[in-house]
């Protein structure tokens, strides 16, 4: 394992004490764990809180800001956080008009989630919480534990941060996520395995001419392995379940996202992002407003994940206003 | 009929700790067939904090001892484990109370507790490939021994059943967790959770009724 850390045990709290030092203008880093905007609670607003494994940076805390989240709980790598991360987050942004909690749906997450919100409730704070399960790669059905939250999480926490941000109620901004939720979708491939630095080796194996098709952000293996292919061929085979699922018909404006991995370069992010253009423009979908570059990523890995959401007036406004976080910074 | 008190409780913490380091590797690695790698890492996270705790818990009734496991397990463990595991601690010690021992039935009855707490956290039933497949049958063979067995009689068919639960299923597709992601390709491996569950029963029978 090569890194460029100083011990296993101390990643995270290394870097969370590195965003604390390099971002003092929009957040701080309180016990235990948790990046806080550095201005809240704000009275009179409604806090919007998230949280998940570490090792997918900038999410969660890149996205902590004016206009975005008000407080992200990190856990280990690629663990979800414990509910005392989520209580303090919660109880440290409660202007006095509730708590929405984005959660990412993974089983460890969905629990301890839940847990801080009955927590938060009994203390008077009052909880709602989204979770999003935008991966069409996993078989939504009774028999898993349903499609995972991956890049529609990025755009969720933009579009109702900004709700949030311009005075909106605990239930409009809740009713806004569901509806972000209920109209993203999502599918991710992967080129490279990745280490966990606690566990010190990859976490699979994968062939110099092989690929993982389906994967999630956790380095956990997809559902096909297939021979590697070109990045056109690549992405049709994420786009079409994409665009199938919804299904987003001609006419339709989108938001198009192009996230990579962690360990794939630009330039072939927008190589990917030239077809996601000339397959919406097949279909008569119009990209109104896209987002390229690395959001939500697994640590080292090599690969990307396309993200399609379906705009309406409301979502792309949001989407505009002004946002002031470590990873996403315009309108300021 | 022989009671179960607080040092036995003790022991078998400080066994189950020791276990779950010394086969942290083993349990990562399960996990990153089927999961994300992480069951062995964050149960020794876990259980390292609780060890540090015990100390201070000899002299304390059963249900203290069980509370501080669980909500430890509850602040350091994180995924599904620490909500999971913590569940389980949190129901033996409402069960188990301000006693300082319990007969083998109230014990039994306190573990029935713990079992229920995990199902009801987890939303999980009998195949769907998780620890509940362990945790079980070791409930349910206990139950059989309670009344008429010895504490190591029914320690070992607990310990004995909870390995059988755990390789039942290793052909099994897994619908919950991680795992399920997987459809399919689930099938044919070992299941972590199953595992740690089966070593948590194991060390039960080794602390608390050591063979000769």
Redo the contacts between chains.
Sequence with gaps: MKKLINDPGTVVDDALAGMAAAHPDRVRVIEPNVVVRKDAPRQGKVGVISGG?SGHEPMHGGFVGMGMLDAACP??????????QMLAATKAVDGGKGVLHIVKN???DI??F??AAELAQAEGIEVTSVVIADDV???DS????GR?GVGGTVLAEKIVGAAAEEGQDLASVTALCERVQANVRSMGMALTSCT?P??GKP??EIGDDEMEIGI?I????G?ERKKLATADEITEMLMTPILDDMPFKSGDKVLAFVNGMGGTPLIELYVVYNKVAAMCRDRGVSIERNLVGNYITSLEMAGCSITLLKLDDEMTRLWDAPVNTPALRWGV | MSEIGSDDLVRFLELYAQRIAERKVELTDLDSQIGDADHGINMDRGFTAVLAKLPDLRESDLGTIAKTVGMTLISTVGGASGPLYGTFFLRLATALGERRSVTLPEFVAAVRAGLEGVKQRGKAELDDKTMVDAMTPAVEALEAAAAGSDLRTALEAAAEAAAVGRDRITPLVARKGRASYLGERSANHQDPGATSTTILFEALRDAMAPAG
């Design positions: 494994g856990g280990a790598v690629f663990t979800s956080p414990v509910p005392d993974y089983t460890g629990m301890n839940e847990l790669a996993v078989q009774l028999y898993t534990a995972r966990v606690a566990a976490t699979f999630g956790h380095g956990e293996p559902r």
